[in-house]
């Protein structure tokens, strides 16, 4: 069971991570652009982590205070969250 969470958890972050860098592309060429709503539902679900890394990697929504400061505190709340669950599944 916490092989499939692990699994889970990896995926969602590996998504946030290259959601952003994506977004940061599409900026750069004035493509259609994901929605702030968007990247932050996929932080919510479980990428905060790969989100926040993926917006500092890319320097991607750096300069928005929600998302400077926002993300790095729901990676944080997550991150303890992943640690509680993991003691009651191990």
């Known amino acids: 069971m916490?092989?499939?969470?692990?699994?889970?958890?990896?995926?969602?972050?590996l998504g946030a991570f290259l959601t952003m860098g994506l977004d940061k592309?599409?900026?750069?060429?004035?493509?259609?652009r994901i929605k702030e709503k968007t990247l932050w539902y996929i932080?919510?679900?479980?990428?905060?982590?790969g989100a926040t890394t993926g917006m500092k990697?890319?320097?991607?929504?750096?300069?928005?205070?929600?998302?400077?400061?926002?993300m790095?505190?729901?990676a944080v709340i997550e991150i303890g969250i992943f640690a509680y669950l993991?003691?009651?599944?191990?």
């Open 57 to 70: 990697y890319f320097r991607h929504k750096t300069k928005h205070s929600q998302f400077a400061y926002g």
């Open 2 to 13: 916490e092989k499939i969470f692990a699994g889970l958890i990896f995926v969602m972050n």
């Open 72 to 74: 790095p505190i729901l």
């Open 25 to 32: 592309r599409r900026a750069r060429h004035n493509q259609y």
């Open 86 to 90: 993991f003691t009651l599944f191990g």
């Open 43 to 49: 932080a919510f679900f479980g990428g905060a982590v």
